[in-house]
C-alpha cells in the first residue's frame, strides 16, 4: 500500500490565520481525498483532490476556506483559511491508487486554534 | 447519496469476551465496504475490507465482518477481546459510482474491561 507523508502533526495556531497541511504520497496515485475529524467525531469527507483541476468540495466545504492544491500525482496541499476555534479539528490526507482495493490515510494534522 | 449507521456509540465487553460491532449501509449498488480502527492518538488502520465474491471477509488482528446483502449490514466480530483492542472502530462504505470517496459511520467505543 502506498506510505503517506502528512505536514504538520500538529499546530496550535491563532484564529484569524491560515495553515497549509501538505500530503506526499511515495507512489503514484489516482484518487485522493481529504477529510477532516472533528474531536470526538467521526470523519467527514472535505473534498477531493483532482490532480490539475480544481477539487470538488462537498456539502458544506467551500473553496474560498479550504482551498486545495494538487500539481502531481504524489503531491497535495490542503489549506484552512481565516481559522476560528471551530475548525480546531483533525485533518486526514487519504489516497487510492488505480486498481488497488484500499485506500490508505495519512498520520492526520491535529489543529488547535486558539 | 451513500450513509453508513454504527447504533452503538459505546460498547463495553470484558477481556476475553466476543465483541460484535453493528454496521448498516444505505446505498443503491453493492458498495465497498471497510472497517478502520483508531487507538487514541493514532491515525487510522484497516482492519479488513470487501469488495467481492466471499461474505465472510478475514482481517488483522483476529477480526472477521460478514457481508449480508438482504440486511445491508456489514458487521465486525472478534471471538475474544484482547484489552489492547479497546479504540474506536469506524465503518465506511465507497463506491466506484459514488468517485470513490468513503462515507465513514459515527464510529463505536470499545472499552475493555480487565
Known amino acids: 500500500s502506498a506510505v503517506i507523508s502528512q505536514k504538520p502533526s500538529r499546530d496550535i495556531c491563532q484564529r484569524g490565520t491560515s495553515l497549509t497541511i501538505q500530503c506526499q504520497v511515495d507512489s503514484q496515485v489516482t484518487m485522493m481525498f481529504w477529510y477532516r475529524q472533528q474531536p470526538g467525531q467521526s470523519l467527514t469527507l472535505i473534498a477531493t483532490?483532482?490532480?490539475?483541476?480544481?477539487?470538488?468540495?462537498e456539502s458544506g466545504f467551500v473553496i474560498d476556506k479550504f482551498p486545495i492544491s494538487r500539481p502531481n500525482l504524489t503531491f497535495s496541499t490542503l489549506t484552512v483559511s481565516n481559522m476560528s476555534p471551530e475548525d480546531s479539528s483533525i485533518y486526514l490526507c487519504s489516497v487510492q491508487r488505480q486498481g488497488a482495493n484500499g485506500y490508505t490515510f495519512g498520520s492526520g494534522t491535529r489543529l488547535t486554534v486558539v | 447519496a451513500q450513509s453508513v449507521t454504527q447504533p452503538d456509540i459505546h460498547i463495553t465487553v470484558s477481556e476475553g469476551a466476543s465483541l460484535e460491532l453493528r454496521c448498516n449501509y444505505s446505498y443503491g449498488a453493492t458498495p465497498y465496504l471497510f472497517w478502520y480502527v483508531q487507538s487514541p492518538g493514532q491515525g487510522l488502520q484497516l482492519l479488513l475490507k470487501y469488495f467481492s465474491g466471499d461474505t465472510l471477509v478475514q482481517g488483522i488482528k483476529g477480526f472477521e465482518a460478514e457481508f449480508k446483502r438482504s440486511q445491508s449490514s456489514f458487521n465486525l466480530r472478534k471471538p475474544s477481546v484482547h484489552w489492547s483492542d479497546a479504540a474506536e472502530y469506524f465503518c465506511a462504505v465507497g463506491a466506484r459510482a459514488a468517485g470513490n470517496k468513503l462515507t465513514f459511520g459515527g464510529g463505536t467505543r470499545v472499552l475493555v474491561k480487565p
Open positions: 483532490a483532482n490532480q490539475g483541476s480544481e477539487a470538488t468540495y
